[in-house]
T-cell receptor, first 117, second 115 residues
Framework: AQTVTQSQPEMSVQEAETVTLSCTYD???????LFWYKQPPSRQMILVIR??????QNATENRFSVNFQKAAKSFSLKISDSQLGDTAMYFC??????????????FGKGTKLSVIP | DAGVTQSPTHLIKTRGQQVTLRCSPKSGHDTVSWYQQALGQGPQFIFQ???????QRGNFPDRFSGHQFPNYSSELNVNALLLGDSALYLC??????????????FGPGTRLTVL
């Protein structure tokens, strides 16, 4: 079974500063994806960034980038130039195949990020 | 291009009742997954549908059942509601092919309250 751990329940950052959210995971699968999702108070789960496990290059999406350390099973999210709209719950998730073409997301418990003006 | 839609937005039921939640996937997606998110927790996988069949199921009792229609939309049914079923129910859709294959996109959720 997959497990995802986010060790920081809450974090805060000053507007325009950089913040890093941590995530570790445990899987026996060789083919999997890793994701960061953002859930603002509106509760819509929004995809932030995706990383394919077989790719060594870290994914980037504008102000968002990841540090993917496969051997250490670590997948942290860096947010640069933080904006007030980044205030939200951030969930790390792993997606692995489980036979017959099926797959599911396993989520961590989330990190609540507050961006301070 | 419409994203994932869910209905209703909110629902209040009493213990023992039955409920049906609905989901329409993003255009071009053929796979629908359902998740339950309790307050303050990460979402938990309920099941996934593809080609109108349940392909995988999480650790949820048989009171939770689903269906996928030929147009790829899906329903989640919960029978004999318990207080503990109160949660946000999220639907996610994905596709096996394309640039964002296997990436799940979520709807806005249905907030279910069981009294």
């Amino acid at each position: 079974a997959q497990t995802v751990t986010q060790s920081q329940p809450e974090m805060s950052v000053q507007e325009a500063e950089t913040v890093t959210l941590s995530c570790t995971y445990d899987t026996s699968e060789s083919n999997y994806y890793l994701f960061w999702y953002k859930q603002p108070p509106s509760r819509q789960m929004i995809l932030v960034i995706r990383q394919e496990a077989y790719k060594q290059q870290n994914a980037t999406e504008n102000r968002f980038s990841v540090n993917f350390q496969k051997a250490a099973k670590s997948f942290s999210l860096k947010i640069s130039d933080s904006q007030l709209g980044d205030t939200a719950m951030y969930f790390c998730a792993e997606e692995a195949y489980s036979g017959a073409g099926s797959y599911q997301l396993t989520f961590g418990k989330g990190t609540k990020l507050s961006v301070i003006p | 291009d419409a994203g994932v839609t869910q209905s209703p937005t909110h629902l209040i039921k009493t213990r023992g009742q039955q409920v049906t939640l609905r989901c329409s996937p993003k255009s071009g997606h053929d796979t629908v997954s359902w998740y339950q998110q309790a307050l303050g927790q990460g979402p938990q996988f309920i099941f996934q549908y593809y080609e109108e069949e349940e392909r995988q199921r999480g650790n949820f009792p048989d009171r939770f059942s689903g269906h996928q229609f030929p147009n790829y939309s899906s329903e989640l049914n919960v029978n004999a509601l318990l207080l503990g079923d109160s949660a946000l129910y999220l639907c996610a859709s994905s596709a096996l092919w394309g640039g964002d294959k296997d990436t799940q996109y979520f709807g806005p959720g249905t907030r279910l309250t069981v009294l």
